[in-house]
């Protein structure tokens, strides 16, 4: 009896050896993403999200790197100026730093990201190639891992964000020296999959105050822009015109509606790599046609842009600009 009992407990320890030995020595076959998911080899298989377009307008598009997360992303106004992201991990797959540059400005920046396990509470914005600060965002979350807060502490510009019972975003306040600048409501009534969870590796549009990630994509937006205290509906989409076209993994390809502020239609496209999905839309960079629901868009997308940087006078201005359009 007491040699099987050595005989058991000399098996044990090799075995427990041989588990260290592997851990050791492959440890991002157990990193995670910042969302909880598992790391590179558990997304075989499953969709990436590698464009979405609205209206020809501008669309962004994603690159990957071998681990399946996002390396670069493009916001391209098919001007020949687009907004460039490229994105650098840890091993645990959370987002470690990111290079900005804005090809139309000529300005680019330099960033780092902090978490606090799988959340990210804060990135630092510098000069590039410097250690000279130019803007710190900080999220502030509730306790169900939800940022409801996201702004700067260097300027007076934030956004607060509110939620449904299923977890997506139905509505965003801007503010600007302690004034609502802009509100955005949102309706879910369909159910999908937003294509940006399948934008791996990122929790959200870092360059924006506004993105984040809702479970579904949403069956209308209605932004209204406030001018000193009063309100201007800038986009309206109704609920009731929702047409949602659903692909592999229920990942959302196409949506439209129908704006009731300019009387017309709009829509998004989004394509995928990594799972059987025919492309949705190829940009082909039209010219937008001027006081249109693309223009509009393509208006809002670079007005928001100016959040990161957390310029007030120029934020003003180009609210002042997207009035009057």
């Given at each position: ?10 098996m ?10 592997d ?7 157990v ?8 790391g ?25 790197n071998?681990?399946g997360?996002v390396?670069?992303?493009k916001?391209d106004y098919?001007?020949g100026f ?18 900005v540059?804005?090809?139309?400005s000529g ?7 902090q978490y606090s396990g ?9 000069e590039?190639g410097?250690n ?9 979350y509730n306790?169900r891992?939800?940022?409801i ?7 007076p510009?934030?956004?607060t964000f ?9 509505l ?15 309706t879910?009534r369909?159910?999908n999959?937003?294509p ?8 959200y549009?870092?360059y ?8 579904w994509w ?5 932004f209204?822009?406030y001018d ?13 015109t929702?047409?949602?076209t ?6 959302l390809t ?5 704006d009731r502020?300019?009387?017309e239609n709009?829509?998004?496209y ?16 039209n010219k937008?046609?001027v006081n ?8 809002l997308?670079?007005?928001?842009r ?14 002042k600009a997207?009035?009057?359009?």
């Open positions: 009896m007491k040699q099987k009992l050595m005989l058991f407990s000399l044990f320890v090799l075995l427990l050896s041989a588990c260290r030995k851990m050791l020595t492959e440890p991002v076959n990193a995670e993403d910042a969302a909880g998911k598992p590179a080899e558990a997304r075989f298989g499953q969709c990436r999200l590698t464009s979405a377009i609205r209206d020809n307008a501008y669309g962004e598009f994603l690159q990957y071998n681990r997360l390396s670069e992303w916001e098919f001007d687009p907004y460039v992201v490229t994105y650098t991990y840890d091993l645990l797959g959370r987002l470690k730093t990111g290079h540059e804005d090809t139309y300005i680019s920046s330099d960033v780092k990201y799988s959340r990210l509470i804060k990135h630092t914005i510098y590039t410097t000279t600060v130019k803007n710190v965002i900080v999220n502030t306790n891992g939800q940022i807060r996201r702004g700067s502490t260097m300027f510009v934030y956004c509110s939620y449904d019972w299923l977890g997506n975003n139905n965003v306040n801007y503010y600007v020296d302690g004034a609502l600048y802009m509100k955005e409501e949102f879910h369909q159910f999959r937003n940006f969870l399948a934008a791996h590796g990122i929790p549009v870092t924006a105050y506004d993105f984040v990630f809702s479970n949403e069956t209308s937006e209605k209204t822009l000193n205290g009063v309100a201007n509906v800038f986009v309206d989409l109704d609920p009731q929702a047409v949602l659903l692909g592999p993994q229920q990942y196409s949506v439209t509606n129908f502020a300019i009387q709009t829509s998004a989004f394509n995928y790599e990594n799972c059987d999905c025919v492309p949705a839309k190829i940009a082909n960079g937008v046609p249109s629901i693309a223009a509009k868009y393509l208006a997308a670079k007005f928001k100016a959040f990161e940087a957390g310029d007030v006078s120029k934020i003003k201005a180009q609210m997207i009035i009057q359009k």
